[in-house]
């Protein structure tokens, strides 16, 4: 068939085509909230057999999409209504696009013939979601969704993943057609780069070959493009060792010789003094966000740069680079490993400086303290009991950060949180998606108490749809990271980040239906946990910390990354 040629079938509406696309694009499942606008694509779903998820606020619907992509790899699917549902996904869609999540979101519209005159729950989607999307569309033409549709998917899973909206009027919903354009995708201006060039790989090795203190920082990129095998042969075979970022961790096991822990903010003293002393820094799929290199003019400042990435758009925008690869990070690492340096500079002498510092100044905390209960020794507990291997959802804030240096983090995939945007509320619906998606692992969210409350109306589907999610709240009665940053910078000014009041969590979830339990000392902490993590269904733990707990090591905004407070 020609690419402008049109094919018969049956007569459909949009809504039958619409679920057939997306019984073509093999979707498991789909997130949404109805209304007025998709009250037909609602009504062809009572007879689709693509499971739909009926989240109790389309944010909710739009994280647990995110938790789904997050873990799956693949693009999580969200249906809303028309303005006010649509709108209210608009937090989500700015939260993929910035950590390169992919997510088709189909986002009912007023009958075309009152677009642009203030109709009834309009808002003007395309222009809301231009700077947040990888690309969107506004559906015209019944006989286009096909195609619209395959394009969607495509683009939002290649090249730098991210979210594509696809914005249906409801008349295109009732319309009915026995001819659909040819859904074969032609776009000329899109075509990911994913293959290395052969001469920046040479170039790449022969700085390795020169290098006396070589490191690897290993962001999304590697999970993204499922390269942790080839990422740790490369660095077992010329030892060198690996710093991750936030979302980047589980890209290489944490309980590794070579593994340094996570750099930036709240990073490990041996991961940024690693950063800050290196002659060679090799980049994969790290964006050098200001939370990883705070004072760029001083990050890495000795080292010759090598960055590959994807997006051709990273490579240079924060740090100067020397060596720039545009390219998918397994590809990369293939190339890579088919070569074998003759020889190598000795970096002993690195690798004995980078395990002192590591032994030295581990992440640590106050354990012998025990009025209270430390949140690192609950998450280390958790570590335990899960064996490293549960899916791990965060919300955002001090536990996340906890998170992030305590947990056991083992493969990719695993860690599923809010890295760029920092979205409060993410935590309980982005656990249920991976839990939805592979529903025989542990799923843990760790949430604060603060972001608990944000959406925390989501335990409503848990018990409906059989989600056996493990929330931990780590409660100290307050903002903790605003509260530290009061503490810290502000003149222990602590302004509006103290709850006065606050809910019973127990009865809560309980209120819920689901299983709750409060732990308020530290000699039951283990016994506890243990029960709640050994039941089989959803349980909400209430574990009340110590409330002056801080996020340690810090490095403040703006600093290099040498310059920590709270290392012993």
Not at 270 to 281: H, K, P, Q, R
């Amino acid at each position: 068939m020609l690419k402008n040629e049109t094919s018969s079938t049956a007569l459909k509406t949009g809504s039958e085509l619409l679920i057939d696309a997306l019984n073509n694009q093999q979707v498991e499942m789909i997130f949404g909230y109805p209304g007025g606008a998709v009250l037909p694509l609602y009504d062809a779903f009572y007879d689709s057999p693509i499971p739909h998820i009926l989240a109790r606020h389309e944010q909710g619907a739009i994280h647990a999409a995110e938790g789904y992509a997050k873990v799956t790899g693949k693009p999580g699917v969200v249906v809303v209504t028309s303005g006010p549902g649509a709108t209210n996904v608009l937090t989500g869609i700015a939260d993929a696009m910035s950590d390169s999540i992919p997510l088709v979101v189909f986002t009912g519209q007023v009958h075309t013939p009152g677009i642009g005159k203030d109709a009834f729950q309009e808002a003007d989607m395309i222009g809301l979601t231009i700077p947040i999307t990888k690309y969107n569309y506004q559906v015209r033409d019944v006989c286009d969704l096909p195609r619209i549709v395959n394009e969607a998917f495509h683009i939002a899973n290649t090249g730098r993943k991210g979210p594509v909206v696809i914005d249906i009027p409801k008349d295109i919903g009732i319309s009915q057609t026995d001819t659909v354009h040819p859904d074969t995708i032609d776009l000329p201006g899109y075509q990911p780069t994913y293959l290395p060039n052969p001469l920046q790989i040479d170039k790449l090795m022969r700085a390795l070959e020169k290098a006396n203190k070589p490191l690897i920082l290993a962001g999304a990129g590697v999970n993204h493009s499922r390269a942790t095998a080839e990422l740790l042969e490369f660095a077992e075979r010329y030892e060198i060792p690996v710093v991750n970022t936030l979302l980047g961790l589980g890209s290489f096991p944490t309980s590794h010789e070579l593994f340094l822990g996570m750099g930036g903010m709240h990073g490990s003293y041996a991961a940024n003094m690693a950063l800050t002393d290196c002659d060679l820094l090799i980049n994969f799929g790290s964006r050098f966000d200001d939370r990883l290199a705070s004072a760029p003019k001083e990050f890495a400042k000795h080292a010759v740069i090598a960055h590959i990435d994807i997006d051709p758009a990273e490579i240079g925008k924060i740090i100067p680079t020397q060596i720039p690869i545009v390219a998918d990070i397994n590809e990369t690492l293939q190339h890579i490993l088919k070569i074998t340096l003759p020889e190598k500079e000795d970096i002993s002498h690195w690798h004995k400086l980078n395990m002192t510092r590591k032994s030295r100044h581990p992440y640590s905390y106050d354990r012998e303290q025990n009025a209270e209960i430390k949140p690192q020794k609950v998450i280390e507990l958790i570590g335990e009991l899960t064996n490293g291997e549960a899916l791990v959802a965060t919300d955002v804030g001090q536990h996340q950060m906890w998170v992030a240096q305590f947990y056991p983090f083992q493969f990719d995939h695993q860690i599923i949180t809010s890295g760029g945007l920092g979205t409060m509320g993410f935590g309980i619906p982005a656990g249920i998606g991976a839990k939805l998606a592979f529903p025989n692992k542990t799923v843990v969210a760790f949430v604060g108490d603060g972001g608990f409350q944000m959406t925390s109306q989501e335990l409503a589907i848990l018990n409906d749809y059989g989600i056996a999610l493990k929330t931990v709240i780590l409660n100290n009665g307050s903002l903790g990271m605003v509260r530290q940053w009061q503490e810290k910078f502000h003149n222990e000014r602590f302004s509006h980040s103290i709850f006065q009041s606050q809910p019973d969590f127990v009865k809560l979830g309980e209120a819920y239906g689901v299983k709750s339990v409060r732990i308020t000392e530290p000699d039951a902490l283990y016994e506890k946990l243990h029960e709640a993590f050994s039941y089989d269904g959803p349980v909400v733990i209430d574990v009340h910390i110590a409330k002056d707990e801080l996020v340690l090591p810090m490095v403040p905004s703006g600093k290099p990354n040498h310059q920590m407070e709270g290392v012993e």
